[in-house]
């Protein structure tokens, strides 16, 4: 079994897409140790809840600095002895202190076709530029924002008469076949 560590902000519906996947025996060799989550109200919060796993909320404001922040993520990460972080709509950029400890074994997945529209609102960027197509990227993590190793790659057709949110829905469908593939082929 190998420990991983899930990080969300926001709705983690990947979050919840991964977990089931695990509980459904499609990732068995992966053993899910907690999900970490920078946004206490976060509907990741109680998605983590229900899954019966440990949430670890941790605000980052009330830390003196990034450093610090990460030095107490670290400290938990390394009490789970987790081997692997999953980013799963986690809105930070990871820093030194994370980095140095697990650089090489951080992924993410990201909705667009990198190195196009990286950073935020990258479904709004692809529909606004008059792309045809778009899709989802999984990657490496480094000190960048959307910039590390390229694993695998999704393409979804953008219609003329999408909006934000009919686009953000058929990325999160490849997302959900995605993601499960990668961490079953990269995490060993
Ligand atoms: C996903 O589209 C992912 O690509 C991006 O953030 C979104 C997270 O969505 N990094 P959710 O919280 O998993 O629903």
Redesign the pocket.
């Known amino acids: 079994m190998v420990k991983v560590a899930i990080f969300?902000?926001?709705?983690?519906?990947?979050?919840?897409?991964i977990m089931r996947r695990v509980k459904a025996g499609e990732l068995s060799h992966i053993e899910v140790t907690a999900l970490y989550t920078d946004q206490p109200t976060?509907?990741?919060v109680q998605l983590g809840e229900q899954h019966g796993l440990t949430v670890h909320t941790l605000s980052p404001k009330t830390y003196q600095n990034k450093q610090a922040y990460e030095a107490d993520v670290l400290s938990k990460l390394k009490a789970e002895q987790v081997e692997w972080i999953v980013?799963?709509?986690?809105?930070r950029l990871i820093g030194k202190t994370l980095l140095d400890a697990y650089e090489g074994r951080i992924l993410?997945?990201?909705?667009s076709l990198l190195p196009k529209y990286k950073g935020i609102d990258?479904?709004g960027q692809a529909l606004n530029n008059g792309e045809n197509e778009t899709g989802?990227t999984v990657h490496y993590v480094d000190a960048g924002m959307d910039t590390g190793k390229i694993i695998a790659q999704r393409t979804c057709p953008i219609y003329k008469d999408d909006t934000k949110a009919t686009l953000?829905n058929r990325?999160?469908a490849l997302?959900y076949e995605l993601y499960p593939e990668v961490i079953q082929q990269i995490i060993r």
């Open positions: 969300a902000s926001g709705s983690g519906t990947n979050f919840d897409n976060a509907a990741c980013l799963a709509g986690y809105m993410n997945i990201h909705p990258a479904v989802s953000e990325i999160k997302e």
